[in-house]
């Protein structure tokens, strides 16, 4: 396993500097943290998904990433690994055999589900979104990965929401946050 780097502080420093806060949106009370802007910026996207893959370089077999924008992540960086990427979706989103899993909403519930044979066995998976708010997506999506034949070995986000304790639901899965708001 290669333990020689850490992550990259500046990794941080390149989404907060390509980050608006959308106010009210998509309801009243809410303040949306939109990353599109790094993804419109080229240079500092390439950056941040090369530095992400120096981390993670020999670490990880597999990068599944959650729907929707931890899709947008993902993709990029598996290819850049040369690893598999795993689509963690909405319920009813995947044709085919299915392994589900919910969890608990503010108001309600929901589900996600993944292809099992896209799994295959992954024993060192890195799970990435954009946001950590409340944690009940990413921790469902550990259960669904490991239901499905797998082992998630890290969840990466780019931003975590710390005044909403989502780390707690994650139990003893290891966890990284490039910027904390």
């Not at 802007?37 to 990433?65: D, K, M």
């Not at 979706?89 to 909403?105: F, I, M, N, Q, T």
């Not at 708010?133 to 669904?144: E, M, R």
């Amino acid at each position: 396993m290669n333990t020689a780097v850490d992550l990259d502080p500046r990794l941080g420093e390149i989404i907060a500097a390509h980050l608006t806060s959308i106010p009210d949106f998509p309801r009243p009370g809410i303040l949306f943290r939109d990353f599109s802007p790094l993804l419109a910026s080229g240079e500092p996207f390439q950056e941040l998904i090369s530095g992400i893959a120096e981390y993670y370089r020999g670490r990880v077999n597999a990068v599944a990433g959650l729907e929707s924008r931890g899709f947008i992540l993902s993709s990029p960086l598996a290819v850049e690994l040369s690893v598999p990427m795993i689509m963690v979706r909405k319920a009813g989103k995947l044709p085919g055999h299915v392994v589900s899993e919910s969890y608990d909403l503010e108001y309600g519930s929901a589900s996600i589900q993944v292809q099992p044979e896209t799994v295959n066995g992954f024993d060192n998976i890195l799970v990435v979104d954009d946001l950590l708010a409340t944690g009940g997506t990413a921790a469902a999506s550990v259960k669904l990965l490991e239901k499905a034949g797998g082992h998630v070995s890290e969840i990466l986000v780019l931003m975590e929401l710390k005044a909403l304790n989502g780390r707690a639901l994650l139990g003893n899965t290891p966890f990284q946050s490039l910027l904390e708001l």
